[in-house]
C-alpha cells in the first residue's frame, strides 16, 4: 500500500521543461499545462520561437537557458519502440535516445545553482518483460531479459541519478496510450475503416491501456503535488485482451467488421524481435498510483474510447 499525502505547491507562475514536448504524450501536456496558466518551455533538435531552447543529446549540446527558472523538468524523450524494425542499429537508438536525454539534463541541472524542485520520466511496461496472466506491480521483477526489458532499466536508471541532486524524481511506466492521433490506436484503426479487426496471435494477451488525457493529468498531478515521488505503473485500473481491444475500438467507431487473426508465426516473421510489442501479455495493476490519490477519468475502456472518438 502507498499513502501520499497531498503537498501541493503553488504552480500559477510556474515553468515547467518538456524534452519530448512535440510527441503525441507531450504536445498535449504542454497544451493542458498552458491552459491552466503554466509557462512551458520546450527542448528541441530544431527550435522554432520563443519557449524553444536547442539541445541535441546525442552529441551533448544543449543551451542552458532552457533550465533558467525552471520549477519542473518532464523528459518524454526516446524514438519511437514501434517506428521501425528492431536492427542492432535501432535498438542502440532506441536506448541511447533515452539514457543520452537524461545524463544530458543531469549533467547540465548539476552545473547550476538552482535546480529544478522536480523531475518527471516516461518509461513503459515493457519494464516487466512477458509477464502472462498474472497482476503486475511495481515492485516485482522482470520475468525475462528481453530487449524491452534492458531498454526500460536503463531508462529508468538514468532518471534516478537525479536524486543525487536532490530533485524530486517521480517515474510513470505507460503502456497502450490511446488517442486517435498517433500509437497504437492509430494503426489498429487503419484496418477497420476498411472493415477488418485484425487482433495478433490468438488475441488473449493483456493490453494494458490508458487515455492519453489521463497520461497527461498524471503528470499535472506529481506536478502539483510535492509527496509523489518513485514509480507508479500509469495504465487504467482495467486492463483488457488484445482481441476484445479491437473490438470495442470497432464499437466506438461504429464500424462494422470482420475479426481476425494475424498469427504470432507470421508477426515474428515479418517483425522479428519487435513482434513482442504486440505478442507481449502484460496485466499491470495501478493500485499503487489510485491509492496515492490519482483518480483516472477514463478508468473504462468502452468510455474511454467513446471520447476519443466523439
Not at 55 to 60: I, R, Y
Not at 190 to 217: E, N, T
Request: charged share 20%; with cysteine.
Amino acid at each position: 500500500m502507498c499513502n501520499v499525502v497531498s503537498l501541493k505547491i503553488d504552480m500559477q507562475k510556474s515553468t515547467i521543461l518538456i524534452a519530448g514536448g512535440t510527441g503525441l504524450i507531450g504536445s498535449r501536456l504542454a497544451e493542458m499545462l498552458r491552459a491552466q496558466g503554466h509557462t512551458v518551455s520546450l527542448l528541441s533538435r530544431s527550435p522554432k520561437g520563443n519557449g524553444q531552447f536547442y539541445w541535441n543529446p546525442a552529441s551533448g549540446e544543449m543551451e542552458i537557458a532552457a533550465l533558467q527558472d525552471v520549477d519542473v523538468v518532464v523528459n518524454l524523450a526516446g524514438a519511437g519502440i514501434a517506428d521501425k524494425r528492431w536492427t542492432a542499429a535501432r535498438k542502440k537508438e532506441l536506448v541511447e535516445s533515452r539514457v543520452q536525454s537524461a545524463a544530458l539534463l543531469y549533467r547540465k541541472m548539476e552545473g547550476i545553482d538552482k535546480r529544478p524542485k522536480a523531475y518527471l520520466s516516461a518509461s513503459g511496461i515493457g519494464y516487466y518483460g512477458n509477464s502472462g496472466e498474472g497482476w503486475i506491480r511495481e515492485d516485482m521483477p522482470p520475468v525475462d531479459q528481453s530487449f524491452m526489458v534492458e531498454c526500460c532499466q536503463k531508462w529508468e536508471s538514468a532518471a534516478n541519478q537525479m536524486n543525487a541532486l536532490g530533485i524530486r524524481t517521480t517515474i510513470f511506466r505507460t503502456g497502450v496510450v490511446l488517442a486517435k492521433e498517433g500509437g497504437a490506436l492509430a494503426e489498429i484503426v487503419k484496418p477497420l475503416r476498411f472493415g477488418l479487426g485484425a487482433y495478433f496471435g490468438d488475441g488473449r494477451a493483456w493490453w494494458s491501456w490508458v487515455h492519453r488525457d489521463d497520461v497527461c493529468r498524471a503528470f499535472l498531478w506529481a506536478i502539483d503535488n510535492q509527496a509523489v515521488e518513485g514509480v507508479f505503473n500509469l495504465i487504467s485500473p482495467a486492463p483488457t485482451r488484445g482481441k476484445d481491444l479491437i473490438k470495442a475500438t470497432a464499437k466506438a467507431m461504429n464500424q462494422p467488421a470482420v475479426f481476425l487473426p494475424a498469427p504470432a508465426v507470421a508477426l515474428r516473421l515479418i517483425l522479428g524481435e519487435m513482434s513482442a510489442v504486440l505478442l507481449n501479455s502484460n496485466r499491470v495493476s495501478s493500485e499503487k498510483l489510485t491509492q496515492a490519490g490519482f483518480e483516472f477519468q477514463w478508468p473504462e475502456l468502452n468510455a474511454a474510447l467513446r471520447d476519443i472518438f466523439a
